[in-house]
């Protein structure tokens, strides 16, 4: 089972983190190929919790290769706090490797992404704020600066200089802000030059090597379909593809490679940041799936909005991706609702909608059509079988899987490593 795609299926932290470990012991290399710090994994070993924002939930695993794959932007400064701080726990981090051709985040693009979510005052997109959006920007108009450019200085120096020419113009004329200076940004980066040299290969050779040698290769996606920037709800989406075809393109491996799409999914609901949210609940029952499903941002410590299961999403995630298997985590935080209830369509002006409205106004008005499940009181935290799990939970699980449009092989039942009741193996 060679190339295995895992992704988010809703708008992200389902848990891709702890799912990407447990499967880390059966595969060979953990690629991550899609976003950049904005992510945040939180992964839970031995009663150890690691989070983690740009470096690859693999790295955590022994013997795994760890890969930051070209469709990645990469924060130096983070790459190597990352970096320390891990190993400063006793993590072997030595096998890290970086495409040549990632492109870096210079802290003018940090600064640009807060200048611009203020300007949009009321219509900000709610960003982490972490240069994300402007790096995605620059690689598309050609003036991105790419890892392989801190290699040599004459080329950096006419990058850097391509790339200030129009967003000093930007800082000064529109935001107000001070010019940035050529030379600070490329002395910068060229701190990190040596200490990222060995690190870099040619990462797309190398993943298809390591498939034609018959490895296992999982690309780790970051954030999720609804925050895709093609099949999200735009424009309240982050830049990059983090549905399962941005695993080819921004790794270099081709779609024939790939076996199995797995996708992470809760079994209610989150988002961070704006944008429509059909089933956000804004009573009891939002604050209690928040403080017991602890639903605080990773990587900026926002409160998570919380909603129930929207099995719509869910249909379209597995079409949009090609799901072979749900991944469905913390349905251990859904103990103790009497009914709870599950979204099968929306209804906008009087018209229902079995599948997503094409239409992003639609989406914005749609209102939830909910089905009540019975909900159980037994604490499921220590079910290790489908068997083991109190009769309406198994129900639960088999009625969302019916709607969701694959099976779901794997459920969470707590955030520890083992916390997990498998139903199929998702490499075999
Ligand atoms: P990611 O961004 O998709 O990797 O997810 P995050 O790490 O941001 O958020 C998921 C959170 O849920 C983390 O704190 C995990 O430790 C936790 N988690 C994952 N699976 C489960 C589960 O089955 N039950 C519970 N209670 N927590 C879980
Ligand atoms: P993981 O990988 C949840 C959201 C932000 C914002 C929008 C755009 O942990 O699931 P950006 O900084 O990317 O330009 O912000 O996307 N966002 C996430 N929400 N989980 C994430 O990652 C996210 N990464 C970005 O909150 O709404
Ligand atoms: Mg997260």
Redesign the pocket.
Known sequence: MPGIVLV?AQW???????ATDLLGRDVDYVVKFNGGNN??????IGGQTYALHLLPSGILTPGVVPVIANGVVVDLEVLFQELSAIEARGVDTSRLVISANAHVIPSYNRTMDKVTERFLGKRQIGTTGRGIGPTYADKMTRVGIRIQDLFDHSILLQKVEGALMQKNHLLVKVYNRRAIAVEEVVEELEAYAERLRPMVVDTAALLNQALDDGATVLFEGGQATMLDVDHGTYPFVTSSNATAGGACTGSGVGPTRIDRVVA?IKAYATRVGSGPFTTELFDLDGERLREI??EYG?TTGRPRRCGWYDAVVARYAARINGVTDFVL?????LTGWDKVPVCVAYEVDGVRFDELPVSQSDIHHAKPVYEYLDGWDEDITGARSFGALPLNAQRYVQAVEEMSGARISVV????GRD?IVQRHSLVG
Do not use: C, S
Request: net charge neutral; glycine share 28%.
């Open positions: 988010g992200g932290d389902e848990g891709k983190g702890k992510a945040g994994h939180t992964v839970v992470v499903g602890h990773v985590t913390k349905l251990d935080v969470g039942v707590g955030p916390a």
